[in-house]
C-alpha cells in the first residue's frame, strides 16, 4: 500500500488558510487532473468548512507522495507560498491515513462530535474523483469501505445519537411538538445574527410563511429579503404572536420585550390552545421565561439549547471507545484484505511456476519407470514431490504474507518475482 | 404432530410471546447497537403471539358478551394494530406503549376467564352469543369502539410523556422517539371521534335490545350497565371540550385515561344479561 492523507483541518490551520485552500468545483477537477497527470497518483480531495485533504494512492514502486511536494502543489494551484502552507499540513501514511479517512467518515475528527453531514461530504469527494478518472483499485476500494465503516459505527454505537448543535437542538425541539410545517407560521423578532442559522434549518421545514418584525422597519425589510419573509409593523407584535407557531427572537433590548402579563392579556387566550413554540435566542431575553408551559407555549432560551447540544456531545463522547475499537477493527480487516489481495497473483503465479517445474520432473521420471511401478508406487512418488513443493513454497509464502503485514510486502514481492523468475501476467 | 396441535394453545402462550416481544423492545431502543436485532426479534414473538391468538379464538370462539371474550377480542384487534404500527413506523417506540395494554388485557381475560368459569354456563342468550344479527351487530360496535378507546388511551399515555420531555426540556432525541403532540393530539381526536358515534350507536341498539327481549329495565344497575353509561358520558364531556371549548390537550389526555379505565371495569364486568344475574 502506498497510500497517504495529506490536509489540513481547523485544528491545524487557520480559517483564513482554509477558505484559500477550498477547492471550487472547476478547479477541483482541474487539481485531479493535475495530480493524475503529474504525479501519477490516485487521487481524491475531501474539502469542507473545516477541512482540506488529498488522499493518494501511488504504485507501490513509486516513490511515495509526501507533504512539501503537496504543499508546492497547493501553493501553485491557489497562488499562495508553499512555505506558507507547509506548516499547518499534516500527513499519515498507509495505515494510518486508512485509519484516519474512517474517523473522518465516521465524524470522528469533526468539530461536532459525530455530525452526519460529514459522511455525505466524503461520498460526494469520492463520487466527484470516480466521475473525473482519478481513482484507481485502492482509492476504489478504500472510500467505500470508510462509508460502510461510517453507516456500521452510526448503527451500532450511539456517537450520532442526539443533537450536538443548537441549530439542530431546536428543529428536534419543534419536530417534537409539530408534524407538518406547511401550514405553519414563523416569526422572527429582531434582526440579530443569533439564530440565523436555527432560522436557515426551520425555512429547510418549509413553513406557509415567514413574519419579520423590528424595532426599525429598514432592518426588519432586509431582514426579510434575506430569508423570503413579511413584514410586520413592530407595533403589531402581539397580532404577529396570535398567528405564529414558531418565534425566533434574536433582539437585543436590555430588556424582556414580551412579560408574562403582556403575552397572558395579548396573546395567550386568543391563541386558543394552538401550540407556541419561541425559540429566544437573544441576550438578555426577550421573553419572559415564565410564559413557558411546556404544552401550549413552549419556550427555550440559547442556555436550554446549548445544554442539551453540550448533554448530546457528552452522551456521544461515552461512545468514542466503542467507535474505535469498531474502526480499529476495521483498519485491520481493511489492511488484511488489502494485502491479500497484492499478494494474490503473485502467489498464484508462483504456485503455476513450481507446479510446472515439479511436473516437468516428475513426468519423464514416471516415464523410465514406466511398467515396472504398480499404480500405489506411482501415487506415492506424485505425492512425495508435492509434498517437496509445499515445503519448499511454505516459507517463501509466509514471509510473504508477514512483510506484507507490517508493509514491506513489496520489496519481497520483487525479489520472489525476479528468484524464481516469473514473468508479469 | 397430533391434528389438534392448535386446540392445546392457551392464553399463556400469546401471553407470554407478547410479554418477550415487549421485553426486548426495551434493549432494541436503550442500546443502539442491539436495535436491529433486539427490534426483529421482538417482531418474531409479536408475531407468533398474534398466530396463536388467532388460533385461540379460532378454536374457541369466546363470546364478545363475556367478559374474558371481549378482553381478548379487544386484545387481538390491538395486536394487528401493534404489528401493523411497529413495521411501519419502526422508528418510533409504539411497542412499548401498546403491549402492555395487550398484555394487561390477555392478563385480565385469563384472571376473569377464572372468576367467571361457573358463574358464566354454556347457554348464553342466543342474541347474546352473537347468532343473531342485531346482538352480533351490538357486540361488534361495542368492540371497535372499544379499539378507538384503547388507541385514544396509548396516545394520550405518549402524549403526555412527550408533553412532560418538553415541559422540563429534556432532549427529544435521547430516548424512546415518540411522534409529535401536533400528531399524538390528532391520533387521539381521530381515536375519540371514532369511538363515540360507534359507543354511542352499540349502546342504543342493547337498549333496544334489552328493551325487547326482558319487556323491562331488571338489572339496570349492574356494573356493566353504570360503568358503560358511565364511559359514554365521559366520551360525551371529552367530545364537548375537544370540539366545543379549547380545554388542553394534557386534561383531554387524562379523561382519555379515565374513559379506558371506565372501559375496563365495562368489559370485565359480566353483562346484565348473563344467566346468574351478572357479579359485581
Redesign the interface.
Same mark, same amino acid.
Given at each position: 500500500m502506498n497510500l497517504r492523507a495529506i490536509g489540513c483541518n481547523v485544528a491545524s490551520a487557520p480559517v483564513e488558510l482554509r477558505e484559500r485552500l477550498a477547492f471550487a468545483p472547476p478547479l477541483l477537477t482541474h487539481a485531479l487532473a493535475e495530480l493524475n497527470a503529474r504525479y501519477g497518483t490516485e487521487a481524491v480531495i475531501l474539502g469542507t468548512c473545516n477541512r482540506v485533504e488529498l488522499y493518494l494512492a501511488r504504485p507501490e514502486v513509486e516513490a511515495p507522495l509526501h507533504a512539501p511536494l503537496l504543499a508546492e502543489f497547493l501553493g501553485e494551484v491557489h497562488g499562495l507560498r508553499a512555505e506558507a502552507i507547509l506548516p499547518h499540513l499534516y500527513e499519515h501514511a498507509d495505515e494510518e491515513a486508512v485509519r484516519h479517512l474512517f474517523r473522518v467518515a465516521c465524524g470522528l475528527d469533526s468539530v461536532v462530535l459525530g455530525e452526519a453531514q460529514i459522511t455525505g461530504q466524503v461520498k460526494e469527494a469520492y463520487e466527484t474523483a470516480r466521475q473525473a478518472g482519478s481513482t484507481g483499485s485502492l482509492l476504489n476500494t478504500l472510500f467505500p469501505a470508510a462509508l460502510r465503516v461510517a453507516k456500521r459505527v452510526r448503527?451500532?454505537?450511539?456517537i450520532g445519537? @442526539?443533537?450536538a448543535s443548537v441549530s439542530s %437542538?431546536a428543529v $428536534? &425541539?419543534l419536530?417534537?411538538? &409539530? $408534524?407538518?410545517f406547511t401550514d405553519k407560521v414563523v416569526l422572527v423578532i429582531g434582526a440579530g445574527k443569533m439564530g440565523r442559522l436555527t432560522l436557515q434549518h426551520i425555512r429547510e421545514l418549509h413553513p406557509a410563511r415567514v413574519l419579520v418584525t423590528n424595532r426599525h422597519l429598514d432592518k426588519a425589510q432586509r431582514r426579510a429579503a434575506e430569508c423570503g419573509g413579511q413584514v410586520v409593523p413592530w407595533d403589531q407584535l402581539d397580532e404577529a404572536l396570535i398567528q405564529a407557531d414558531i418565534v425566533l427572537s434574536t433582539t437585543g433590548a436590555p430588556e424582556p420585550i414580551v412579560s408574562q402579563r403582556r403575552f397572558d392579556e395579548k396573546v395567550r387566550y386568543q391563541r /386558543? @390552545?394552538r401550540?407556541l413554540v419561541i425559540f429566544d435566542m437573544a441576550v438578555p431575553r426577550d421573553f419572559d421565561p415564565a410564559i413557558?408551559? @411546556?404544552? /401550549?407555549v413552549?419556550l &427555550?432560551n440559547v442556555d $436550554?439549547l446549548t445544554?442539551?447540544a453540550n448533554? %448530546?456531545l457528552a452522551?456521544r463522547r461515552r461512545h468514542i471507545p466503542?467507535a474505535e475499537a469498531i474502526i480499529a477493527q476495521e483498519v485491520q480487516q481493511f489492511v488484511l484484505d488489502w494485502n491479500r489481495r497484492k499478494d494474490g497473483p503473485i502467489i498464484g503465479r508462483l504456485t503455476a511456476e513450481v507446479d510446472r517445474l515439479r511436473e516437468a520432473v516428475v513426468g519423464p521420471l514416471l516415464q523410465r519407470f514406466n511398467g515396472k511401478l504398480t499404480e500405489a508406487d506411482k501415487a506415492y512418488i506424485e505425492g512425495a514431490f508435492r509434498l517437496f513443493q509445499n515445503r519448499l513454497l511454505h516459507g517463501p509464502i509466509a514471509a510473504l504474507q508477514e512483510a506484507s503485514r507490517s508493509g514491506q510486502g513489496h520489496t519481497l514481492r520483487e525479489a520472489i518475482r525476479k528468484l524464481f523468475g516469473l514473468q508479469d501476467s | 404432530m397430533s391434528a389438534s396441535w392448535w386446540q392445546n394453545v392457551t392464553h399463556a402462550c400469546f401471553g407470554l410471546s407478547y410479554l418477550l416481544a415487549w421485553l426486548l423492545e426495551w434493549p432494541a431502543w436503550l442500546r443502539p447497537a442491539w436495535h436491529r436485532v433486539c427490534h426483529w426479534a421482538a417482531v418474531g414473538f409479536g408475531l407468533a403471539g398474534l398466530i396463536a391468538h388467532t388460533l385461540f379464538l379460532l378454536v374457541h370462539h369466546p363470546t364478545p358478551a363475556a367478559p374474558d371474550g371481549s378482553l381478548l377480542l379487544l386484545a387481538w384487534v390491538l395486536a394487528l394494530f401493534y404489528l401493523y404500527g411497529t413495521l411501519h413506523q419502526a422508528g418510533r417506540a409504539w411497542a412499548l406503549f401498546l403491549l402492555p395494554v395487550i398484555i394487561g388485557l390477555v392478563g385480565l381475560a385469563m384472571m376473569v376467564g377464572r372468576l367467571e368459569a361457573t358463574a358464566w354456563p354454556a347457554q348464553v342468550p342466543a342474541w347474546l352469543s352473537g347468532e343473531r344479527f342485531w346482538g352480533a351487530l351490538h357486540g361488534t360496535l361495542i368492540l371497535l369502539a372499544s379499539v378507538g378507546i384503547s388507541v385514544s388511551f396509548v396516545a394520550s399515555l405518549m402524549y403526555l410523556l412527550q408533553a412532560r420531555r418538553l415541559r422540563r426540556k429534556i432532549d427529544p432525541g435521547r430516548v424512546l422517539p415518540l411522534w409529535s403532540l401536533e400528531r399524538l393530539e390528532t391520533l387521539n381526536r381521530r381515536a375519540i371521534a371514532w369511538a363515540f358515534p360507534l359507543l354511542s350507536a352499540g349502546l342504543l341498539l342493547g337498549l333496544v335490545l334489552w328493551r325487547q327481549e326482558r319487556g323491562g329495565w331488571e338489572n339496570w344497575l349492574s356494573v356493566k350497565v353504570l360503568s358503560t353509561g358511565g364511559l359514554w358520558l365521559v366520551f360525551g364531556v371529552l367530545v364537548y371540550l375537544r370540539y366545543g371549548t379549547h380545554v388542553p390537550p394534557r386534561r383531554l389526555a387524562w379523561l382519555s385515561i379515565a374513559a379506558f379505565a371506565l372501559l375496563l371495569v365495562a368489559l370485565m364486568a359480566a353483562h346484565p344479561f348473563a344467566p346468574t344475574g351478572g357479579p359485581v
Open positions: 448503527t451500532e454505537t450511539g445519537r @442526539g443533537h %437542538a $428536534d &425541539f419536530l417534537t411538538v &409539530f $408534524d407538518t /386558543s @390552545g401550540p413557558h408551559d @411546556g404544552e /401550549s413552549i &427555550f $436550554d445544554r442539551v448533554q %448530546a452522551e466503542a | -
